[in-house]
Every structure is written in C-alpha cells, then in structure tokens.
Nanobody, 120 residues
Framework: QVQLVESGGGVVQAGGSLRLSCAASGRTFNYYLMNWFRQAPGKEREFVARISWNGGSLYYADSVKGRFTISRDNSQNTVYLQMNSLKPEDTAVYYC?????????????WGQGTQVTVSS
C-alpha cells in the first residue's frame, strides 16, 4: 500500500513558476514508476510527466515539454514537478500517481490532487 499526498499548488500569474511535491508513504517507493496527471474543469484527466524508479527515464506530454521537469528523491520518498513558464491552459487539479507491475499484478495509487490556477 502506498499513500500519496500532493502539495505546492496555488495561484500564479502566467509566466510564473510553481513546484509541486508528492510525498509517498511505504518502504517500496523506489520500486514505483511515478507519474503526474492533471484534470481541468470539464475535461478528462490527462498525462503530464513520468519518471522511472531510478530517475533515469523521463517522459513528458508535448504540451509541457521544455517547461516542466519531473524529478524524484527516493531517500525522501518524494517526487516533484517543477513547472515554469506557466500558461492559463495549465490550470487544473494535478494528481500524483504511483504505478508498479509486479509479476503481472498491477499496483496503482493516486493522491487527492492539488489545485493549480494560472491567471492571465
């Protein structure tokens, strides 16, 4: 079982920056693929960024590439999302996700989300 708690959301002007954090409980955090997703009002939840268990592999949605950076600190059981050059269209609830496939059994955990609002 992994519990995830996001923080760092808020209101920022366009062009500004925010850093989201996702703190995970449990001793197996470093075995999980970590993702950030977001959901804007009236829209489906969409993928934002992914980081492998050791941070060696990163993947971003085209809409955030070059502006957002995902990272993790396994010693602190925390994953981060540094968001720069924010745009109004980045406004959404941001969710942290932990995923692991162990011998065919999928483990999939979500945080409660943190609101990011970008004003124009």
């Amino acid at each position: 079982q992994v519990q995830l708690v996001e923080s760092g959301g808020g209101v920022v002007q366009a062009g500004g920056s925010l850093r989201l954090s996702c703190a995970a409980s449990g001793r197996t955090f470093n075995y999980y693929l970590m993702n950030w997703f977001r959901q804007a009002p009236g829209k489906e939840r969409e993928f934002v960024a992914r980081i492998s268990w050791n941070g060696g592999s990163l993947y971003y949605a085209d809409s955030v590439k070059g502006r957002f950076t995902i990272s993790r600190d396994n010693s602190q059981n925390t994953v981060y999302l540094q968001m720069n050059s924010l745009k109004p269209e980045d406004t959404a609830v941001y969710y942290c996700n932990a995923y692991r496939n162990l011998a065919g059994t999928q483990y999939d955990y979500w945080g409660q989300g943190t609101q990011v609002t970008v004003s124009s």
